[in-house]
């Protein structure tokens, strides 16, 4: 009996005594920190990335898609003689909403899109595996038509919404999985389904740390219309550098729309037919306000 | 009986032994590493900074990711290319204060070393005060800059500490 409560008090002290070194007290430290730089960009090749500029903070994108390889390449300079573009500008409102417009040169198409961080990946006390981004857009197509019947406003219009979950798995990887649903107001006949169900794979892989690698592949509900236009899983591969305000991100993918209901639901494109471009994105970003 | 007693002695020798600890959570560091051309600067206030009156032992400790900067970008770049927050979570300065210098090992982005800077450590109606400045050579913890921003980039970043520490019960 005596030897049990010895050691019990033994034991006890030694609890008190455990304590005695004052840095055990960095240890017990459980503090909650969120997940930074998932990616480098707002965007990947074509889809978009959870990351949005500060708060205060202006984007202006410029993005470029070459010609094909399929269109005599050489003489074209490796397409670089017919480029589409698009011009982008967005603002961060706080750090989780964004909100921009853009133009893409494809189908003349203007558009306008919201962003909102909700779930953000975290470690520590209560941690968030992923973090979800949402995503939603507008667009609007200026082409005229060439079909000689006359259009409503609305036909035109096009919309985008996404969930981008997103998880860095490391200071090197990180990945993206992002279902998404892309409705078109104007279909060619009413067999053709207005609304198609998209998920978007992707990754980035850091070489350094001002470079990565990407990588993106959808997976789209919708392969034809009845009008015999049949479109292709679009995917894309590129190369992020970033270099303090700029991010430049060049890349090979079978896409030439840029707007996003475009390249991801209504892509024509196939590289096994040389519909392969280069193309770039340049971000460049102003703070407006600290 | 003798159970409670030595029950009671061992209870009043563990509080004892922690009475002369003080520690808070909520230090405010901050540091600037600017220059003319770019204001650099970041501050956390949520330092750990712990002092134990018996052995002089003092430490402060933070946490990379909880610095603010101004720009979210200038943030992201602080840890994603500079300090390599993933990589090395924490900084901390473990030692001893001894007459107005606190002299001990600080480790930065992985390397630790010994330092002996000037600071206060004072008693106050607040708890235990405790405030240093100096400043580190960046390149002896391998933080590289590239020569590209270099005129923007202060090579010896100047850090301030201010921690009010309470008395642990």
Redesign the interface.
Known sequence: MKCLVITLCLLICQLGFAQEDVFDLFEEEQAKEYAFATFKGTQLVNSATNETPGAGVLQYVIAHRFGSFGEDYLYNFLGLDNAQIRMQLDYGITDRLNVGIGRSSVFKVVDSFVKLRTLRQSSGPNPMPVSLTLLSSVNYRGARYTDGVDHLTTDRLSYHHQAIFTRKWNSKLSTLFSPSLVHWNLVPSVEDPNSTYNATLGARYKLTKRMALTGEYSLISNKSYSDGSVFTVPFGVGIDIETGGHVFQFHLSNTRGMSTPYWLSRNSYSALNGGLFLGFNISRVFTLRD | M??FH??F???L???A??AQ?F?T?EGSLSFDAGSPLEDIMAETK?A?A???AA?G?I?V?V?M??FNF????M???F???YV????Y?KA?F?GFYTDGFAQGELTMHGVTKSVQVPAVLAETKDGMEFKTTFKVNLSEYDVSIPK??SDKIDPYATITVFCVMKKRP
Request: proline share 2%; aromatic share 4%.
């Open positions: 003798k159970f030595l029950l002695i061992s209870l020798l563990s509080t032994v922690s600890q520690l959570r949520s750990t712990v002092y134990d052995t032992k430490g400790q946490l990711t909880s101004k720009r979210a970008l943030q992201e770049h840890n994603e290319n390599e927050s993933v990589k979570p901390s473990k590209t921003v």
